[in-house]
């Protein structure tokens, strides 16, 4: 998994480096040697862990299987990796926020409630473990230093690969009192869909809440009346999951048959 | 009209025993007073919608009355729900554009700005998209704001009668859909506002046609106040009406003028500004009674204000004249030209030669960059945006692909629809109509 975790570092950076050279690069082969890239020098970017997970894997490099690519780019392999944990500083008011959450919940001795801190592109995700949601979701309205008043609702992402963790749920919080943005994100596997409801903190997941167990079957456990809120009622199957097909009905045009939209052919 | 022993179609089997069901279809009013009559029950429920011409789109209302009092509301979503989030993941990141620019219809460059702003982030690109394609961007949105809410006062007004609101909101709007025409080529679904910058630059002769607009609209703008403000009619039905609290927007999650009508001058604009509008001058427009007519006067005031953002746009896009509109980075920016041509607009010539008979790279190129598009690195962003609802934005996710691994968007309708039963509890039939005008959702934006 180490090997893999080195080899996905190495594949992800180019794809962060959009000039020419770096797309050279992209098609030789990796090296054992882990070396930085130049851009990722302090004071541009806050020092990943390294700790990345890999949430799946990329075949070839313009997404035909088969007969498709005869580039010889094939066998291509890399890994999709999403950006790896910051360090502290955050830069900002990242710290105050965070620090003042960190505080909070030290006091409370659920210090292991912050799994991982990713500064990305200027905007910070805080991944909580999922028992502890509606604790530190109540911090984050009531406290006088964090006060986010208004919540921007729950927006489910399914990694089928990503193992464990398949089910992400992103909320997005937003303080009025301190002009600040922060994003909240807790998983939990397929194999148990429940995450703790926050419409008792934040009366407007009611249907936030409806539309991601709608989409993607995620239980908020302690929702008033969890039920379908756009599909009908006896909608079988969660459509936003990835391994709900779109459409899945081949269409009859003029005699030929053209394959549902997923069955086609595709670049990516 | 038929009762519950007659055949009902549409009800399963123990759904009627909570009492009678009439079957309203018009023309049939005296059979069906008669026989609510002769029930003698005070307690009714009222299945409004989904197609009902005062519930601003396809919207169903599960109304709870006691006499004219309302008990409880409810809504039912979801019938114009088309997957678009779902479509979007299976087509490239520019394809996007053309689909969230279908979701709320009556604001579709808010959609495609939201979602851009979000994949320009990604791209990190933020900094080098050109100054005209923020300009004409904040052009087009704030173009969309004026036709946006004169369809909501339009509507609002037609819901409780005022026909003539409607009539001349409506034409108002039909101007700025017919610059829209002229600038983007369509009057709706443009798919204009694309990654890194906008599609195509202003055609000769716009800046022309929207000095005419300013000038006329600066005319009819008081008209609206003229008929409207102090219209005792038009405040007996909006005057304290569909009432919310700053406290109530907040738990609900309300954003927009609904925001605004309590007094609390929050608007993305201003707070946290993007395409430049901490450059623009104006003014955010609040009310401090919380109900309906409060936002109707913050929808008028704002269309001034856009109006004025409008104008200092045209000012500006006088001077960059011939401007680049998209960034100059050619792996994100498509190679394909329009121009005009012998049969109106279509592939540039110029182009097609290039491409077909002097470099096969930049063939290659074109063909690459259209069909499998490009790469945005890992990582997921927000960039929310002021729409003439309130906080619209997207959560763009990307797994490194030529496609966006998930879009979903926070649409200001979704979120303020929720307000219904608190708005509209404990009043009349009437009023739920006018509070759910004075939210203005619309159902393109809700469904998705």
């Known amino acids: 998994m180490s090997?893999?975790?080195?080899?996905?570092?190495?594949?992800?950076?180019?794809?962060?480096?959009?000039?020419?050279?770096?797309?050279?690069?992209?098609?030789?082969?990796?090296?054992?040697?882990?070396?930085?890239?130049?851009?990722?020098?302090?004071?541009?970017?806050p020092a990943p862990t390294g700790e990345v997970r890999s949430v799946g894997v990329r075949h070839?490099?313009?997404?035909?299987?088969?007969?498709?690519?005869?580039?010889?780019?094939?066998?291509?392999?890399?890994?999709?990796?999403?950006?790896?944990?910051?360090?502290?500083?955050?830069?900002?008011?990242?710290?105050?926020?965070?620090?003042?959450?960190?505080?909070r919940l030290e006091a409370t001795e659920l210090t292991t409630a912050i799994e991982s801190v990713v500064v990305h592109r200027g905007e910070i995700t805080f991944h909580v473990r999922r028992e502890d949601l509606p604790f530190v979701a109540q911090m984050l309205r009531d406290d006088e230093a964090l006060r986010f008043e208004l919540c921007s609702g729950v927006s489910g992402v399914h990694y089928p690969d990503d193992a464990g963790r398949e089910l992400h749920a992103v909320y997005h919080f937003t303080s009025m009192t301190h002009n600040r943005r922060i994003r909240v994100e807790v998983t939990a596997p397929d194999s148990d869909p429940h995450i703790p409801s926050l419409v008792s903190i934040y009366p407007t997941l009611d249907w936030h809440e409806r539309e991601t167990y709608d989409m993607f079957g995620l239980i908020f456990d302690g929702h008033p009346a969890l039920t379908r809120v756009l599909m009908p009622d006896d909608w079988p199957g969660h459509p936003q999951r990835k391994d709900y097909p779109l459409g899945g009905i081949p269409v009859e045009y003029k005699g030929a048959s053209i394959p549902p939209p997923d069955q086609r052919r595709s670049y990516n | 009209m038929s009762t519950a022993d007659q055949q009902d179609f549409y009800a399963a089997p123990g759904e009627t025993s909570q009492g009678r069901v009439f079957t309203v279809t018009g023309q049939d009013w005296d059979s069906v007073t008669q026989s609510i009559g002769e029930s003698a029950e005070e307690r009714v429920v009222v299945n409004m919608g989904p197609q009902h011409p005062s519930t601003h789109g396809v919207l169903r209302l599960i109304l709870e009355l006691e006499g004219e009092t309302v008990t409880e509301a409810r809504c039912g979503i979801g019938y114009l729900h088309t997957g678009i989030e779902k479509?979007?993941?299976?087509?490239?990141?520019?394809?996007?554009?053309t689909f969230c620019t279908r979701m709320d219809y009556l604001s579709p460059f808010y959609n495609e700005a939201t979602y851009v702003l979000g994949v320009e982030r990604l791209l990190d690109i933020e900094d080098d998209i050109p100054e005209k394609a923020q300009v004409m961007r904040v052009l087009l949105m704030e173009l969309n704001r004026i036709s946006s809410h004169l369809v909501a006062i339009a509507t609002g007004g037609m819901e409780i009668g005022a026909l003539t609101v409607m009539t001349i909101g409506f034409r108002e709007r039909e101007l700025v859909l017919d610059l829209f025409e002229l600038i983007t080529g369509l009057r709706m679904n443009h798919g204009f506002i694309r990654p890194g910058g906008v599609a195509q630059d202003l055609p000769p002769g716009a800046l022309d046609e929207i000095r005419d607009f300013i000038a006329l609209m600066k005319k009819r703008l008081p008209e609206y106040a003229a008929l409207c403000n102090a219209n005792p009619i038009f405040k007996g039905r909006l005057v304290d009406v569909g009432h919310l609290d700053l406290a109530g927007c907040l738990a609900l999650g309300l954003t927009g003028p609904v925001l605004r009508s309590t007094g609390y001058a929050w608007d993305l604009r201003k707070t946290q500004p993007y395409s430049g509008y901490e450059d623009y001058d104006f003014e955010v427009q609040t009310w401090d009674t919380c109900d309906s007519y409060g936002r109707f006067r913050i929808r008028l005031n704002e269309m001034s204000e856009s109006l004025k953002i409008v104008e200092q746009c045209a000012d500006r896009l006088a001077g960059l004249e011939g401007a680049p509109v998209m960034v100059g980075d050619k792996k994100i920016a498509w190679p394909s030209q329009l121009a005009i041509g012998s049969d109106g607009m279509g592939n540039s010539l110029d182009h097609i030669r290039r491409i077909m008979g002097e470099s096969m790279e930049a063939l290659i190129h074109h063909f690459k960059l259209?069909?499998?598009?490009?790469?945005?690195?890992?990582?997921?962003?927000?960039?929310?945006?002021?729409?003439?609802?309130?906080?619209?934005?997207?959560?763009?996710?990307?797994?490194?692909?030529?496609?966006?691994?998930?879009v979903h968007f926070r649409d200001?309708?979704?979120?303020?629809?929720?307000?219904?039963?608190?708005?509209?509890?404990?009043?009349?039939?009437?009023?739920?109509?006018?509070?759910?005008?004075?939210?203005?959702?619309?159902?393109?934006?809700?469904?998705?």
């Open chain 1, 60 to 103: 070839g490099m313009f997404g035909t299987s088969g007969t498709g690519d005869t580039s010889g780019y094939g066998g291509l392999v890399a890994a999709k990796v999403f950006p790896a944990p910051s360090q502290k500083p955050y830069g900002g008011w990242f710290d105050e926020v965070s620090g003042a959450l960190e505080a």
């Open chain 2, 412 to 448: 200001p309708s979704f979120t303020n629809l929720q307000a219904t039963s608190v708005m509209s509890e404990g009043g009349m039939v009437a009023d739920v109509i006018v509070a759910i005008a004075s939210i203005d959702p619309v159902m393109g934006g809700v469904d998705r």
């Open chain 1, 3 to 45: 090997d893999d975790k080195t080899d996905a570092n190495k594949a992800a950076r180019p794809a962060e480096e959009r000039n020419l050279e770096a797309a050279k690069d992209k098609t030789g082969t990796p090296s054992g040697v882990e070396q930085p890239a130049p851009e990722q020098s302090p004071e541009n970017v």
């Open chain 2, 87 to 97: 479509n979007m993941e299976y087509r490239s990141w520019v394809q996007g554009v």
């Open chain 2, 370 to 406: 259209v069909t499998e598009g490009f790469r945005v690195p890992a990582g997921q962003a927000y960039v929310p945006v002021e729409s003439p609802r309130g906080e619209l934005g997207a959560h763009v996710v990307s797994d490194g692909g030529t496609r966006p691994f998930r």
